[in-house]
């Protein structure tokens, strides 16, 4: 027992500067300010439990360049595919970004602006500035939880799935899909 009492007494003892020692007391680096803001956003009030209460027939639908693309590559009437898989009239809509990206694309697209210039689709007027179709499609339906966007932009596609109550509508298999619609006929289960 002598020798555990002279290996402890020739242990170093715990030094003034020991962090462990100023346990009850705050440092200045650790203290928060008071008055910390948090912004945390309101949900929608459309959005009754999981679904979008202001999505109806007529559906409003917002169509992004590349859908128009893969439309044409697919052989498929926007008006009437949309038709067939909603069950209902569908009022499509192209923004002023949207057009100006398929005017800048050149001539390689002029069959998608002159689908995208057709008397059944309407147009939007943007307010904001710059020209990117992703921004103000996302902004758009941030602002406005009554439309269903159609898009085959997987980037695009990624930050619309992260806002509630918005379904996606997408080409895949030579027909369109649409994903995150209550009640859709055929649609993948998200």
């Not at 943007?126 to 992703?134: E, N, R, S, W």
Request: with cysteine.
């Amino acid at each position: 027992s002598s020798g555990i009492n002279a290996e402890w007494q020739l242990r170093p003892g715990i030094q003034a500067s020991d962090p462990r020692l100023n346990k009850g007391k705050v440092t200045e680096e650790k203290a928060k300010p008071e008055t910390e803001v948090r912004h945390v956003d309101k949900p929608s009030s459309a959005l009754f439990f999981r679904y979008n209460t202001q999505l109806g027939p007529p559906y409003h639908v917002l169509i992004d360049t590349n859908f128009i693309n893969f439309s044409i590559r697919n052989k498929l009437d926007i008006c009437s595919s949309m038709l067939d898989t909603l069950y209902a009239k569908c009022t499509p809509y192209i923004t002023d970004c949207v057009m100006a990206e398929l005017e800048k694309l050149g001539a390689k697209y002029r069959v998608a602006l002159r689908v995208a210039k057709d008397p059944r689709i309407e147009r939007l007027i943007c307010t904001h500035k710059g020209t990117y179709a992703d921004d103000c499609l996302v902004q758009r339906v941030q602002e406005h939880k009554c439309y269903i966007v159609a898009t085959n932009d997987k980037d695009l596609r990624r930050r619309i799935r992260k806002i509630p109550g918005v379904p996606i509508m997408y080409v895949q298999q030579k027909r369109y899909s649409i994903e995150r619609m209550p009640d859709a006929f055929g649609a993948p289960r998200t």
